[in-house]
């Protein structure tokens, strides 16, 4: 068998009912599939011989692919009833080899309507599992937090106030542009919507009240979080995650810091204090898209508009947004600092928590919003 740089990698001989087989060469990866093509052909060309040796004396370098085909050839003479038996292979490789001696290949049986049904039960609990796992996860973070706040209050000189600066810039100061333009955008659709169908029954200026009332209690702060949680909760877990494959928490930890100290608590603080102020920029852009349509499409003009809408709300509609604002920051700075913390050690590990981060902040702070519209409305506000 020639490789890729045309030397010879594999050579048969067949002695009666014994086939002698001497590999030389690279068994690594760039020639696998010569090597793979190989082997395939020598299990069917000797059916009658009995004794297998493979000579690995002459091979100069074997890779885990390299390897692995070896352990199938000998395992498919095995399951034909011939003893394989390899000789000449240096000691750098024996640690190799045995590592894949021991695996163990399994075929997955098909599955009938009975092994189905347990199947799709069994999934279902352990995604039950997975949702408590991560619910307890949260739990456990928040209170480090807590301990870790403590402790900063303790101690003063212990907050690292340029870590929070810096965080601030990536979470509010930046994000200003984007939010601003979202949350305009949205208020412009609310009060084309509302004035297309509130036109029907002569009631125009009640757009004014839908859109004061949903923006600053519901939407604002709603959609502000769900863009922070795509993309300030997405960055920590991508940076945290990065920071454990290259296992600089574990270095932190070494030196007799507290990663919960050093790297999260200054990230959520910057979420606590920014997001109140982004929901506040949100709304007001809001407001200012909602009233822009409303004077150029629904002609109405603007003092009628702040008029009416000094009439539609009460400080209390202002306090219920922003009261939302830091809790929904917090959920979704625990959320991304635990996912992030879960990264193993692969970029497939990385992506899947970051996705997870987003998914979960986002169902968190619809549930978290619905609580509080139960709440609010439970004690007259």
């Known amino acids: 068998m020639v490789g890729v740089s045309g030397e010879i990698l594999l050579e048969d001989t067949q002695q009666g009912d014994r086939l002698v087989l001497a590999g030389r060469g690279a068994w690594i990866a760039v020639n696998a599939n010569g090597l793979e093509t190989a082997i395939e052909s020598l299990i069917r060309k000797y059916p009658s011989a009995r004794n297998v040796a493979i000579d690995m004396a002459q091979v100069e370098r074997l890779d885990t692919f390299g390897a692995w085909l070896l352990e199938r050839l000998v395992r498919a003479f095995a399951q034909s009833g011939r003893e394989a038996k390899v000789t000449g292979l240096k000691d750098d490789y024996r640690a ?84 601003l333009l979202i949350t305009f955008l949205i208020g412009c659709i609310i009060a084309q919507q509302g004035l297309f169908h509130f036109r029907k029954f002569g009631a125009d200026v009640y757009v004014v009240d839908m859109v004061g009332i949903l923006v600053l209690r519901e939407l604002g702060v709603l959609i502000v979080c769900i863009m922070v949680a795509g993309r300030s909760g997405s960055a920590y877990t991508a940076e945290l995650g990065s920071m454990k494959m290259r296992e600089e928490i574990d270095a932190l930890q ?119 519209a139960i709440f609010f409305a439970s004690i007259g506000m």
């Open 96 to 179: 190799l080899m045995d590592e894949l001696r021991n695996v163990k290949l399994e075929e997955v049986p098909a599955r009938s309507g009975g092994q189905a049904l347990r199947y799709a039960l069994r999934s279902i609990g352990e995604n039950v599992a997975s949702v408590g796992g991560s619910f307890l996860a949260i739990v456990n973070m928040l209170g480090a937090l807590v301990i870790a706040l403590l402790r900063v209050f303790a101690s003063p000189r212990k907050i690292r106030i340029t870590s929070v600066v810096h965080q601030l810039d990536n979470v509010a100061w930046r994000a200003v542009p984007i939010i």
């Open 254 to 372: 070494t030196m007799g810091f507290d990663p919960v100290e050093v790297l999260i608590l200054p990230r959520i603080l910057a979420l606590i204090i920014g997001v109140p102020i982004l929901t506040f920029l949100g709304s007001m852009a809001a407001l200012y898209g909602g009233g822009l349509v409303c004077w150029l499409y629904g002609g109405i003009d603007p003092d009628i508009f702040l008029s009416r809408l000094k009439e539609a709300i009460a400080l209390n509609t202002f306090q219920v947004g922003m009261i939302k604002a830091p809790f929904m920051a917090l959920v979704i700075g625990a959320v991304a600092c635990v996912e992030g913390l879960a990264v193993k050690g692969s970029a497939e590990s990385l992506g899947r928590q970051t996705t997870a981060s987003v998914v979960e902040s986002i169902f968190l702070v619809i549930v978290l919003d619905g609580i509080f």
